[in-house]
């Protein structure tokens, strides 16, 4: 068995070795974006749609971030869709409403007849969408809190190439706890790979948070129809069906004018949730390339912990675990090392290899319980397509 688990094992890693240098040549090539002064004055005008559900600790930062944009008043909209909320985010929204013209509050029971159907999220914005004036929407998170900046970097980049579907980068609040550590180093991964993939047209990845797109594009390939099944995908599903329609009209913003910052989960439990949900839309993407990929990441993570109790107490896997998993951190280091630069974490990576063992359990158990299992979203229970 030993032998046999060193040989897979071994495999698994010298592939994702393999795929992390890969994205660390992809990330590299990338230029940061500046705009360019032929590009002229803003002339795009912005619909964007934030869905709310119990977000009363942060829609007003939320929102004021949005208005406050150093972009023409006259050129955006800001619509909050609120989702059937226990609190008092819509009254919080309403009182905004009295200083600016520009917001816009839709209830999303007005859209759904009272009742709260079970794709939340994609209805509110599809509400949105509706009530839209704009041909570009451009969605971020309640949570959320945007640069000023932000709608004219788009813009700008709308003009000078021409997409119809942008992503845009996202970070998170730091602070010191081991929780928030793990956090952003885990999140700022994933960010580069997105970065990466997308600059180099090898799979679509984004985040909702920070998203633009044309709203002829999203009537044009369906919107959110086909996913009706799934709780999320309002972000990564779209872009995919986008990509097979227009396969070269997919951006990255790479520049730090349109990151937007939001907050992390609160606790452990809440983290885990959060990547189950991410995780559970896995086998719904309908691009074979990012399947694989995070298949192979799961199994070599899972071959890992296999490994990881019986290493203590048998000599022939602890060395080669051990030479395994500092192969496997060296990679992803490598690779960690210009996206820390351009999110400006690079002082975080001095606790990565001390967190690897506890990033491999929350691997294996999120691709899982993604799977298998059920997650909590906005005091909602949602079970998984694998469960039922």
Avoid at 8 to 18: D, E, M, Q, R
Avoid at 142 to 156: E, G, Q, R, T
Avoid at 296 to 302: G, H, I, P, R, S
Wanted: hydrophobic share 45%; aromatic share 14%.
């Amino acid at each position: 068995m030993s032998s046999s688990w060193i040989l897979i094992a071994s495999i698994s890693v010298g592939v994702y070795v393999l795929l992390m240098a890969l994205y660390s040549y992809f990330f590299q090539r990338i230029r940061p974006y500046r705009p360019s002064p032929a590009t002229g004055a803003p002339a795009t005008f912005f619909s964007i749609i934030i869905p709310a559900r119990n977000e009363s600790a942060c829609i007003a930062d939320c929102v004021r971030a949005v208005l406050n944009n150093e972009y023409p008043p006259h050129l955006f909209e800001v619509i909050v869709v609120d989702d059937h909320s226990e609190d008092d985010t819509a009254e919080q929204v309403k009182q905004l409403q009295q200083q600016h013209k520009a917001l816009r509050l839709i209830r999303l029971q007005d859209y759904t007849g009272g009742t709260q159907g079970t794709t939340y999220k994609k209805q509110a914005i599809e509400a949105g969408i509706q009530e839209s004036k704009g041909n570009w929407m451009v969605t971020t998170d309640a949570d959320a809190v945007v640069p000023v900046h932000w709608l004219h970097s788009f813009d700008s980049y709308i003009r000078q190439f021409e997409p119809v579907f942008i992503a845009a980068p996202v970070t998170y609040y730091p602070d010191k706890s081991l929780l928030s550590v793990f956090q952003q180093l885990d999140f700022m991964t994933m960010q580069g790979i997105t970065a990466a993939s997308v600059g180099a047209g090898f799979h679509s990845m984004c985040n909702g948070a920070n998203l633009a797109y044309k709203k002829e594009v999203f009537h044009a390939v369906g919107g959110f129809s086909g996913n009706e099944h799934l709780a999320t995908g309002d972000d990564m599903l779209l872009m995919q069906k986008v990509k097979r329609a227009y396969p070269s009209q997919i951006a990255y913003l790479y520049t730090r004018e349109a990151m937007v910052i939001t907050w992390p989960p609160e606790s452990w439990k809440a983290f885990l949730h959060q990547r189950i949900r991410w995780a559970s839309k896995a086998d719904s993407y309908g691009e074979p390339v990012i399947f694989g990929v995070l298949f192979w990441v799961w199994v070599m993570n899972a071959l890992l912990l296999i490994a990881l109790p019986l290493m203590l107490f048998v000599e022939e896997i602890r060395y080669p675990w051990l030479i395994l998993m500092g192969i496997k951190t060296g990679a992803e280091l490598f690779f960690l090392l210009p996206v820390a630069q351009f999110f400006q974490r690079s002082h975080l990576l001095v606790f990565f290899p001390i967190l690897q063992p506890l990033h491999i359990i929350y691997m294996v158990l999120a691709g899982w319980l993604g799977k298998f299992g059920s997650y909590e979203w906005k005091n909602r229970i949602i079970v998984t397509q694998g469960k039922k």
